[in-house]
Every structure is written in C-alpha cells, then in structure tokens.
C-alpha cells in the first residue's frame, strides 16, 4: 500500500511540527505543510495529496474560503478535507457538515491519539 500524504495547512508552525511529527513517526505517512490558504492550495495542486487537514481560522484567507477554493477546483476538488479547529459551538458544527468536510480535528488534540483520530477521518487503515 503506497504511503499517504496529508497536506496540513495551518498559520501555527508548533500545531504543523506536533501533526507532522505524529503523522510520520507513527503512521509512516508523509506530511506536506503549509501556512496559509494561498499556500495550501498551490501544493493542492501541484502534489498528490491523499487529505488535507485545514485549519479553519488563518489570516488573510480563511478555512472555509480555502475550502471552498479547493471544491471549484477540477485538479483539487476530489481531495477529502478534514478542519482543525478550536472553534466547535453546535452552529459551528451545523455550518461545516454542510460544507462537504469529512470531519472535524479539535484542538488541542492530543498528539498520542492523533494519527488514530485522522485514520478514522479519512477511513485509512493504520
């Protein structure tokens, strides 16, 4: 089974090293980062990504417009999108299943438990 490749984007360089760390060391994946929306979609692109774990609050262009920027994209539109958030009020929780995510990551998240929480977002086998 070739090796997943989970594009992170997020404006917090310690959440991408804990989730890039966790993601490789333990799972073997291979972990592509990105800072921003802008970013994140031009390694959407041009990279064969297997997911993308999309934090919803950054400067600049948010989550959802990053997401939203990936789904009218013909090149990025199949990958599955899981949001990082810290933000999960029950009207938060309603307006992402309505965006097309497969789920959502709360932060803080505990790195011990990460790589089993995205596998079971994702629906890959560890």
């Known amino acids: 089974m070739p090796k997943k490749r989970v594009l992170v984007v997020d404006d917090e360089n310690t959440i991408q090293i804990v989730i890039q760390s966790c993601l490789e060391d333990i799972a073997g994946w291979e972990v592509l ?47 599955p999108v899981v949001f990082l958030t ?19 990551l709360v932060k803080p998240f505990n790195p011990m438990n990460l790589v089993n929480q995205v596998a079971d977002l994702f629906a890959w086998e560890v």
């Open 86 to 104: 810290a933000k999960v009020q029950s009207e938060d929780r309603q307006l992402f299943s309505q965006l097309g995510i497969l789920g959502i």
């Open 33 to 79: 980062l990105a800072s921003s929306g802008q970013e994140g979609l031009k390694l959407a692109e041009t990279e064969k990504i297997d997911g993308i774990l999309l934090d919803v609050s950054m400067p600049q262009m948010s989550g959802i417009e990053t997401l939203k920027k990936l789904q009218a994209n013909v090149i990025t539109q199949h990958i």
